[in-house]
């Protein structure tokens, strides 16, 4: 029988997973999914991401893909799967895609959100889905400094010592650093991103933005290719992964879908 190639989005809030990887022993998102998956395929299935977040990180629109022999209707696949998983986890649309469509490899952009707090006390109601930050920043500078990481870079002093990406050097095509009534909202897009980067860029950009580091200091540590020399990682609380882009002949197959989190345009 031919296998068909379907891509899918789907939305989870990430705390209480080992990230996105199927791994022994801990609950992941892929995991999650094939298992669901292969009950409505009745047949086993390997779910593929456009990108591998980190254990506490979230998405609005993961698009990833699988293959199977099995023939269901988008309905079908989206009421039998969601019908499995569990409540933080949801499949929000499925479609059949070219025999040479790949969620990872085909990717040529990837983009994020990373979304602060910045209030004296803590969120209750949001908890996981933020980060909290209580000092006050100053955002104008901040805002400054996040635009000397546009286009192209080595980001070494911006990844883990887990990465295991074979090369470290990154385009980032698009960086917004915006105030949305008391949040703060960091929107990125770049070709792929190191472990840990984004979360690390805003390490960064809290430190400069409490005067911990100053702006004139960034080139000569974009330049150091040195981990060690900048600011601790922020929290993987308020990180999203909110699309995955492709290239025009397959781009135009898949849904448009509203960016997230959805509950920032309620906010003032």
């Not at 990230?19 to 999650?32: F, K, L, T």
């Not at 979230?58 to 209707?73: D, E, L, S």
């Not at 104008?140 to 887990?162: E, K």
Request: hydrophobic content about 40%.
């Amino acid at each position: 029988m031919s296998m068909t190639i379907h891509a899918i989005g789907i939305e989870f809030i990430g705390t209480h997973y080992k990230g996105w990887q199927r791994q022994q022993e801990v609950d992941s998102i892929q995991a999650r999914l094939e298992y669901a998956i292969s009950k409505v395929a009745n047949e086993p299935v390997e779910v593929i991401a456009a990108g591998r977040t980190d254990a506490g990180v979230h998405a609005g629109n993961m698009v990833a893909h699988f293959a199977t022999t099995a023939h269901r209707t988008p309905h079908q696949w989206l009421r039998g799967v969601n019908t499995l998983l569990p409540d933080d986890i949801a499949l929000t649309w499925v479609t059949p895609m070219p025999d040479d469509f790949h969620a990872r490899f085909g990717a040529i952009a990837r983009r994020y959100r990373y979304i602060t707090l910045n209030q004296p006390y803590r969120p209750a109601i949001l908890r996981h889905q933020v980060t909290h930050f209580y000092e006050p920043l100053d955002v104008d500078i901040m805002v400054q400094a996040s635009q000397l990481l546009l286009g192209t870079h080595d980001f070494s002093s911006f990844r883990s010592s887990m990465c295991q990406s074979n090369k470290p050097v990154r385009d980032i095509h698009h960086i917004r650093l915006f105030k949305h009534g008391a949040y703060l909202v960091l929107d990125i897009q770049a070709d792929g991103f190191l472990h840990h980067m984004v979360r690390n860029i805003m390490g960064m950009l809290f430190a400069i933005g409490t005067g911990r580091l100053h702006i004139d200091a960034l080139p000569a540590l974009i330049d150091a290719k040195d981990r060690s020399l900048l600011p601790p990682t922020s929290d993987a609380d308020g990180l999203y992964f909110i699309n995955a882009y492709y290239p025009d002949k397959f781009q135009q197959l898949l849904p448009k879908q509203p960016l997230t989190p959805l509950w920032l345009g309620l906010l003032e």
